[in-house]
């Protein structure tokens, strides 16, 4: 079920990523130079930064125990999963995914 679900939604959170970025940037410097700046979008570009910010967490999260419960042929490979997936963070966890996380998991006996 997460396969399919991480499918579509691992492209809309890059993409909604991207355009929160872009969005952000051009408010700020759209900003720049005025005397009394317009703060009217800032609460939304806040509310979507804290979204942005808690859905990656949440992802991986979800991939640090996705890679800690997974059996893997070399104990030194889950180390090595995990240390990428925590120093990169979010760009780490999707790396995993589409390299590991797309199999299902088996379980330990």
Known sequence: MAAKVFR??????IIWF???????FSFVFSQIGREIPDF???????LSHFLV???GAAFTVYMVIDCALRKFDDESQK???IIVIVILNMLGAIIYYY????NPRKSRK
């Open 8 to 13: 579509y939604l691992i492209p809309v959170y």
């Open 18 to 24: 991207i355009l929160h970025m872009i969005f952000f």
């Open 40 to 46: 009217s979008l800032l609460g939304l570009l806040f």
């Open 53 to 55: 910010i808690i859905c």
């Open 79 to 81: 180390v090595v999963w």
């Open 99 to 102: 390299v590991h996380g797309k």
